[in-house]
């Protein structure tokens, strides 16, 4: 079976989730061999949190979990993409549908891009 190679990176690759239906790059996180093997074993997807050490279900405490519709690897196995269902509509924990949710315009002024689907003082009691 192909698999991303752990070793290149350190134990870690970066892992992009995209909304399988509208192409929208929803956030960029990291995954070890650990969150590799849980997502391909539940069919939700796990990362790595660097700033906890520890394995990371998205949306274990939110709700707002990405069910797994395809993984995509890169030529060299180092990076991986997974296309997601985003259940509950927000991938950050910000509470917005996109973790890219800031946008420079062509004038240099950064606005908001991303919808606020719900508020993380009501999530993350």
């Not at 995209?18 to 074993?41: F, I, K, S």
């Not at 539940?42 to 979990?65: A, I, N």
């Not at 060299?76 to 509470?95: F, N, S």
Request: overall charge neutral; aromatic content about 8%; some cysteine.
């Amino acid at each position: 079976m192909e698999q991303p190679d752990f070793e290149k990176c350190g134990g870690l690759i970066p892992a992009i989730a995209q909304d399988e239906a509208t192409g929208e790059v929803l956030m960029l996180a990291y995954m070890n061999e650990e969150a590799w093997n849980e997502t391909l074993r539940t069919g939700e997807v796990h990362y790595y949190s660097r700033s906890r050490k520890t394995l990371w279900h998205k949306g274990g405490t939110s709700g707002h979990v990405q069910k797994v519709r395809s993984i995509r690897l890169d030529c060299d196995r180092d990076t991986v993409l997974v296309r997601v269902e985003q259940i509950g509509g927000a991938a950050c924990h910000t509470g917005r549908r996109s973790c890219f949710f800031r946008e420079r315009d062509a004038q240099g002024r950064w606005t908001d891009c991303s919808p606020m689907v719900f508020d993380p003082k009501e999530v993350y009691k």
